[in-house]
Nanobody, 116 residues
């Protein structure tokens, strides 16, 4: 059983920055691919950034150059640095951990609201 706890969301003005954190229950990065998803009201959940167990990263085209995923193995924490926030980035952001057989664990989500 993997538990994921996100934090760091909030209300920010356009152009601002946030760093989201996802604390995992134990040392899982060598066995799990980690991802950040978001879901806006009335829309499907979408993948915005991911990092494999080997450290390879991938980003949705809509966030390239503004979002950065990273992880700290010593803290069992995955981060999502979000810069130059736009109103369309408003969503609930979820952390995920997927194992080699495709089972995915999810966090409870953290709200990001971009508004002036």
């Amino acid at each position: 059983q993997v538990q994921l706890v996100e934090s760091g969301g909030g209300l920010v003005q356009p152009g601002g920055s946030l760093r989201l954190s996802c604390a995992a229950s134990g040392s899982i990065f060598s066995r799990y691919n980690m991802g950040w998803y978001r879901q806006a009201p009335g829309r499907q959940r979408e993948l915005v950034a991911s990092t494999t167990s080997g450290g390879r990263t991938n980003y949705a085209d809509s966030v390239k150059g503004r979002f950065t995923i990273s992880r700290d193995g010593a803290k069992n924490t995955v981060y999502l640095q979000i810069n130059n926030l736009k109103p369309e980035d408003t969503a609930v952001y979820y952390c995920s951990a997927a194992n080699v057989v495709g089972y995915t664990y999810w966090g409870q989500g953290t709200q990001v609201t971009v508004s002036s």
